[in-house]
């Protein structure tokens, strides 16, 4: 149904007189905001439980798909970068170890089997253990997949585990915006204007080492000289502000309608 229509018809069984001016996603909301403060932003980007990015582009230049499918049938690229995903990944891998091998011993595998019980929080968590014996490691397997007495070795590989999945969303993460800024002309090589790529979600605020990964890779995959003119940049609630600024600009117009 009708997002807009329904919320709207909701408003007015309350007695509210509200007008619903604008219905926008939050990458399109953190590109309108950002840019409202940032002339030099080109692309909002979410990288949180979902990916999503907006940039403006030509009209004419956006073909629909053609051509034949891919082979799969699929196209994969959310679920190797997402919050949403992450830690679903490595309770598969877990899980498969599990099986494999007696690394974790003799353990009921109830939670380690449960879909989505692992969350990337909690290899964020383990991901970011400092500690001389990894005791936040052995914590978080004890509390959520009930997998205790783990040896500090099994604790380091699961560390490492954390590590090559989160890397690697981040570096395909970091090729999308790469995408995207030469798509736009804007990649350094060329066009030597500042462009500022402005990105929201918790995936990107809390998790340090992905983020961190993703601004190592972009400057790798667009040199390091090009790179220069490029910057990544926290927009901290960006889809909200967007939003009110969208609807703002398109409420003026309502009368005229």
């Known amino acids: ?113 449960t879909h989505f019980h692992l969350r990337t929080p909690h290899i964020s968590a383990m991901h970011h253990d400092n500690t001389p014996d990894l005791k936040i490691v052995e914590e978080k397997l004890k509390e959520i997949l009930e997998i205790a007495g783990t040896s500090l070795e099994t604790r380091k590989m699961l560390v490492e585990i954390c590590d090559i999945v989160t890397r690697r969303a981040a570096r395909l993460a970091a090729a999308g915006l790469a995408g995207i800024l030469k798509k736009l002309g804007r990649d350094g090589s060329v066009d030597k204007r500042r462009s500022v790529i402005a990105i929201d979600g918790g995936l990107f605020e809390h998790y340090a080492k992905f983020s961190k990964c993703l601004e190592a890779t972009l400057i790798e995959l667009l040199g390091e000289e090009s790179s220069k003119f490029v910057v990544v940049k926290h927009a901290d609630d960006g889809s909200g502000i967007g939003a009110a600024l969208i609807a703002a600009s398109q409420s003026q117009y309502r009368n005229v309608e």
């Open 1 to 113: 149904k009708d997002v807009v229509a329904e919320l709207q018809t909701a408003m007015q069984k309350q007695g509210l007189d509200m007008h619903v001016a604008a219905l926008i996603n939050d990458a399109v909301g953190t590109l309108a905001g950002a840019r409202y403060y940032d002339e030099d932003v080109v692309a909002g980007v979410i990288f949180g439980t979902g990916t999503n990015a907006a940039y403006v582009e030509k009209a004419n230049a956006i073909p629909k798909w053609e051509g034949e499918l891919p082979n799969s049938g699929e196209m994969i690229y959310e679920k190797l970068t997402s919050g949403m995903y992450l830690g679903e990944i490595v309770r598969r891998v877990l899980l498969k170890l599990s099986l494999q091998s007696s690394i974790f011993g003799e353990i009921d595998r109830t939670k380690l089997k």
